[in-house]
Structures are given as C-alpha cells and as structure tokens.
C-alpha cells in the first residue's frame, strides 16, 4: 500500500498571502497524483489531477507540480473561501486508493 | 447538473447491518465506475470500495472486506454499499463518488455504530 504523507499538518496564513502545501509519497505515483478541497459539513471538491491539471471550473490561483513521490500544491492568492482542509490522492497503484492525512489551512 | 445524494445512515448496534444508497442525476451513471469513501468524525478520508461501470469489478479496502458489499443497479442511477458486523469503528461520514479520481461526490451520510 503507497502512503501519503502530507505537510504541515496545519498552515496559518493570511488573506492574500500565498499557501505551499506539500504530499509526499511512500515509493513512486508518477504524475497520478490529485489534490481536493473540504470545507466543513461537505463533500471534497477536485481541484487538480494528473499532479498539475485543474479541474473544471477551479480558478487559476491553484496549482499542482511535482511527479514521482514529491508534490506540491500552491494556492498564489489566499482567498477567505480558500480556508479549508486539503488532501492528496493517489491512483498510480490501487487498490487501496489513498490519501494523506490532510492539511488544514487557516487564517493566522 | 451532476449530483449524488447518499442515503441510509442511521445509529445501529455493534455487530449490525445497514444498507447505504447514492442516487445519481445529470449524468450517464452507467458509464462511471463508483467508490465508497468514508471519513470518521474529526479524521482525513479513507477509501473502502469501488465498483466498475459494469459491476464486473468491485475491490474493498482491507478493513471492511468479508463485512461490506458493494453493488449498483444502472436501471436505477444507483449505488449500494450493504454493511454487514458493523464495528464501532465504522462510525464515519461515508460518501459515494464518482471515477477512480472522484470528480463529483455526496454530502455524504452518518452511521453511528454504538450500544
């Protein structure tokens, strides 16, 4: 089973201010790698697949880079609906499908 | 509109059964493989099953297999997970969503397995 680790478990960040997310993956995903979003009491929400692919209708201050086992996800412009908890996926080898602990993005 | 709506959670007692549904709209259900995902309370997502377009592959993650069963019925738009020797840790939030890379999920729906 790949593990999916995810850093910093929180991030404290201001409006406006870009937020650097990282996934890190047990042995290589190649580029199959998505990111999602989760508010609370909600489903999440797609943003990116294919590691640096944005969903339909994701704006363009989310970006997704990396491939093998190191991902990153980077939000250029902090919104305040952009507080949120965000996960990584991968599918490059399943079953299990898997994600990452999370990280938990809030307003400092 | 695509949409996905889960129902059937309910508060069962340890060793019990449920029947969980997700009814599908605004699209072609039949073309899509499903998934189960569920999520305990205050902790990240964890996949349990998938099922192909044709149900003719269905996978469960190890926590659940020999307890829980996934099935779809495309007549219907819709997606089945029969839960079987509930376990207080299959206390969650579960959603069904769409594709191996889930574009489009639930709100989702609780089960509480307590006494």
């Known amino acids: 089973e790949i593990v999916m680790t995810q850093s910093p478990a929180t991030l404290s960040v201001s409006p406006g201010e870009r937020a650097t997310l990282s996934c890190r993956a047990s042995q290589s995903v190649s580029n199959n790698l998505a990111w999602y979003q989760q508010k609370p009491g909600q489903g999440p929400r797609l943003l990116i697949y294919g590691a640096s692919t944005r969903a339909t209708g994701i704006p363009a201050r989310f970006s997704g880079s990396g491939s093998g086992t190191e991902f990153t996800l980077t939000i250029s412009s902090l919104q305040s609906e952009d507080f949120a908890v965000y996960y990584c996926q991968q599918y490059n080898n399943w079953p299990p499908l898997t994600f990452g602990g999370g990280t938990k993005v809030e307003i400092k | 509109e695509v949409q996905l709506v889960e129902s059937g959670g309910a508060l069962v007692q340890p060793g019990g059964s449920l029947r969980l549904s997700c009814a599908a709209s605004?699209?072609?259900?039949?073309?899509?493989?499903m998934n189960w995902v569920r999520q305990a309370p205050g902790k990240g997502l964890e996949w349990i099953s998938f099922?192909?377009?044709?149900?003719?592959?269905?996978y469960y993650a190890d926590s659940v297999k020999g307890r829980f069963t996934v099935s779809r019925d495309n007549a219907k738009n819709s997606l089945y997970l029969q839960m079987d020797s509930l376990r207080d840790d299959d206390t969650a939030v579960y959603y069904c969503a769409r594709a191996v890379t889930p574009d489009f999920w639930g709100q989702g729906t609780l089960v509480t397995v307590s006494s």
């Open positions: 099922v192909s377009s044709s149900s003719s592959t269905v």
């Open positions: 605004g699209y072609s259900f039949s073309n899509y493989n």
